[in-house]
């Protein structure tokens, strides 16, 4: 630390210190039951997968459940020839790996980014696939924890987003969805696409994030 | 932004209002409203109030214990990789970012919108330097391209047409642009990603900071604020040290808070936590990360008891939209970066009294952002508190009132204490006001009263008040008044006589 620091440091927490007329400081504080609430409780699977489903297409985005892994191919092949795509950015875990995405993409005429892609070349993508590490169905967010084979580019930078998840994802509340969130550098909860209401208050969506957010239930099978 | 304000002239500002201010204002916020209210139902009333009330504890328990959360979250920022200053004051938080922009060479610098930024006047002192800073938020955007000031916190340029953002575009990127907001934002969108891709550093606030794991939490619709935070190689945020929160558990109350009282989400698109920086090559993000803990008055404001609460402000915006002075005037008339209810109390104490006397009279006390404050600040009580300490001073600050109204509320009450001083006044101005006198108006006055004559006419001073009174009233004279009078007295007599007879208790009348 450098001498300003150790200064400035110094005199902000006497300043709080006094002005809370303390001299010293504060033992580590617990936090009063009055300012917890309760978590909500999950309801059946089915019901919560279409809160789910409901909550992302009312928000804009599209909402499609497969029944296993057999059916990706001819998703992906749709989204391929509705959206234009061309490159693609995927998170590299064991999971969405086992799927084969690669291969399909490739079979489709797609190119996929290799993990060591400059951001010049990843802002040529048009889109980008991600797993899921808990969905909220009360809000329809998806929880992506970034990583090393986790760019955080994948769901932000290309115009479509795909977070392909399984059920076993479902979680109930936020306070558990932010539980799971400590230990990364960064974590993102997405709840619809990109959107602004900025000029004349009209909802626009797709300003710097995806215009198109796809989530994909994978019934069976891992993600 | 301006640099901090000399003087706010809360009255005079109202005289420079745009003419459809109003109405796009408005506009905005009766949108929001609308879809807050329909969230909370469907949320539910009564577990909306106990989440109100959560967050009011929950705030005002972290600030009782400021000093020891921040030096947690200090810890676990540097923990985590990231390097934590301190800024006492404005000046030295700018300097501190300067600093850290020279040390990496940085020409080109992306921003997300934040109010701290905006406090301490970043872009200014960045520019003067050489590093040419970008808004990246698309309101913003549009206001730092058109050089005028944001009017809603929420939507900086909701005063601006869909023709006149397109005129903006074409004089300033010189891109022919239909007014169309999905073809503007296209277009903005395009130009942004350029810079986004260019920039050396990413520049932001904080909606919140959580000291148990060091993390900083953006909270952002455009995805601009992942932008800024992502792709450049060096992030700094510069984060007020009320933000703090002390763990991920606090956050999950206040992220429920939020968005649904700020803009009628349940959450925005985008809630980012970052904690520290990128820890892979893989995952992108920043390599490095600082963060600008900046009191600037806050401490000061946590001592006195009644405006502490001040600091509970989670920045939703809801005062601004429930507020009858703020739908009337917009933005610009309060002078400074807070505008509204919040901003009424913020910048008196942030600025001092000396600068903001004006604000906290700028309110009629009916307490409607207080019935919409979603951690339950008593802004109508801080406001009171405030006028108090623009007249009469108090531990924080000796009265400021100008001595101009202090000298003329004075004679003014000696005046009144004396009936034959009062009416040689009134007689004098009947006198003196001939010149300027049109019929029954007085059309121009030389200043410092044209500033109300520029705007309206000035009644003309008639007779003595009482005597004209006394010509007036409907009883007349002489004998008519005497029976009228008398009359009076009967009638009222009666209305006593039975009102008295029916409040008699049922017992007794019966036994009666």
Redesign the interface.
């Known amino acids: 630390m450098t001498p300003?620091?150790v200064t400035?440091?110094t005199?902000?927490?006497d300043?709080?210190?006094?002005?809370?007329g303390?001299t010293t400081?504060?033992?580590?504080?617990h936090?009063?039951e009055?300012?917890?609430?309760p978590a909500r409780a999950a309801g059946a699977r089915e019901v919560e997968l279409d809160r789910l489903a409901r909550?992302i297409t009312h928000?804009g985005g599209h909402v499609r459940r497969l029944a296993g892994p057999a059916d990706l191919a001819a998703a992906l092949a749709e989204l391929v020839a509705a959206e234009g795509v061309s490159r693609a950015l995927l998170w590299q875990t064991p999971a969405l790996r086992a799927l084969g995405l690669t291969e399909i993409l490739a079979g489709l005429g797609v190119e996929v980014m290799p993990?060591?892609a400059s951001?010049?070349q990843i802002?040529t993508c048009e889109l980008g696939i991600t797993g899921v590490d808990a969905v909220l169905p009360?809000?329809?967010?998806l929880v992506l924890r970034?990583?090393?084979?986790?760019?955080?580019?994948a769901s932000?930078?290309p115009r479509v987003h795909l977070a392909i998840l399984t059920p076993d994802v479902l979680l109930a509340?936020?306070?558990a969805a932010?539980?799971e969130?400590?230990d990364?550098?960064?974590?993102?909860?997405?709840?619809?696409?990109?959107?602004?209401?900025?000029?004349?208050?009209?909802l626009?969506i797709?300003?710097?994030?995806?215009k198109a957010l796809y989530a994909w239930v994978l019934e069976t099978g891992e993600a | 932004m301006s640099r901090a304000p000399v003087r706010i002239d809360f009255r005079g500002n109202t005289q420079q209002i745009e003419p459809h201010m109003a109405e796009a204002v408005q506009?905005?916020t009766a949108?929001f409203l609308g879809k807050r209210e329909m969230l909370i139902d469907e949320y539910g009333r009564d577990r909306w109030e106990?989440?109100r009330?959560?967050g009011h504890?929950?705030r005002l328990?972290t600030l009782?214990?400021?000093?020891?959360y921040?030096?947690l979250l200090?810890e676990r920022v540097t923990e985590?990789g990231g390097h934590?200053?301190?800024?006492?004051d404005a000046e030295?938080a700018r300097r501190l970012v300067l600093e850290i922009a020279q040390q990496h060479g940085v020409r080109r610098a992306v921003k997300v919108k934040s109010m701290a930024t905006e406090e301490i006047n970043l872009n200014e002192s960045l520019q003067d330097a050489g590093i040419a800073v970008r808004e990246?938020?698309?309101?913003e955007y549009?206001v730092q391209l058109a050089g005028v000031m944001p009017s809603h916190i929420i939507?900086?340029?909701?005063h601006l047409?869909?023709e006149g953002?397109a005129d903006l575009f074409h004089d300033k990127l010189g891109i022919d642009a239909p007014p169309e907001?999905?073809k503007?934002?296209e277009i903005?969108?395009g130009r942004?990603?350029e810079e986004?891709?260019a920039a050396e550093m990413g520049i932001s606030g904080g909606n919140f900071m959580v000291a148990e794991?060091g993390a900083l939490v953006l909270v952002t619709?455009?995805?601009?604020g992942?932008?800024c935070t992502?792709?450049p190689p060096l992030h700094v945020a510069v984060v007020g040290?009320e933000k703090v929160l002390?763990?991920?558990?606090?956050?999950?109350?206040v992220?429920?808070l939020l968005p649904r009282n700020a803009t009628g989400?349940?959450?925005?698109?985008?809630?980012?936590?970052?904690?520290?920086?990128?820890?892979?090559?893989?995952?992108?993000?920043a390599e490095e990360f600082h963060l600008v803990?900046l009191?600037n008055g806050r401490?000061?404001i946590?001592?006195d008891e009644v405006t502490?609460e001040t600091l509970l402000c989670i920045r939703c915006g809801a005062c601004l939209n429930v507020c009858p002075v703020y739908n009337n005037v917009g933005g610009h008339a309060y002078g400074w970066v807070y505008p509204g209810p919040i901003g009424a109390i913020l910048a008196p104490q942030l600025l001092g009294t000396a600068v903001a006397a004006d604000l906290p009279f700028a309110s009629s006390l009916c307490g409607a952002c207080a019935d919409v404050c979603p951690v339950k600040i008593p802004i109508p009580e801080i406001l009171l508190r405030l006028r108090r300490r623009v007249v009469e001073g108090d531990e924080t600050g000796p009265a400021v009132l100008a001595s101009a109204p202090r000298l003329a509320g004075i004679a003014g009450s000696a005046v009144m204490a004396m009936p034959r001083l009062y009416e040689f006044g009134t007689q004098l101005l009947r006198v003196v006001q001939a010149p300027l006198r049109r019929g029954s108006w007085l059309p121009a006055l030389p200043p410092p009263a044209n500033r109300w004559t520029d705007v309206r006419p000035f009644m003309a001073f008639g007779a003595d008040f009482r005597q004209g009174w006394r010509q007036r009233t409907p009883l007349g004279r002489g004998r008519d008044r005497r029976r009228k009078i008398a009359l009076a007295l009967g009638a009222s007599a009666f209305a006593a006589i039975v009102a008295a007879l029916l409040r008699r208790p049922p017992g007794r009348r019966a036994h009666g």
């Open positions: 300003q620091t400035a440091r005199e902000i927490l300043k709080v210190r006094a002005a809370l303390r400081a504060a033992p580590a504080p936090v009063p009055a300012a917890r609430i909550e928000l993990s060591d951001l010049r802002a009360e809000t329809g967010t970034a990583g090393a084979e986790r760019p955080r580019t932000l930078v509340s936020l306070q932010l539980a969130s400590r990364v550098a960064c974590a993102t909860l997405i709840t619809g696409p990109s959107r602004t209401s900025d000029i004349e208050l009209t626009t797709g300003v710097h994030g995806p | 506009r905005a949108k106990s989440l009330q959560a504890e929950l328990h009782m214990h400021l000093d020891y921040l030096a200090e985590a934590v200053h301190w800024a006492r030295e990246t938020d698309l309101g549009i939507v900086p340029a909701v047409t869909k953002i907001p999905t503007l934002t903005a969108r942004l990603r986004f891709l794991t619709n455009e995805g601009n992942r932008m992502t792709l040290i002390p763990d991920l558990e606090s956050l999950a109350i992220l429920q989400q349940k959450l925005t698109s985008y809630t980012t936590l970052l904690t520290g920086p990128r820890r892979s090559a893989g995952e992108g993000g803990l009191d401490s000061q946590l001592a502490r």
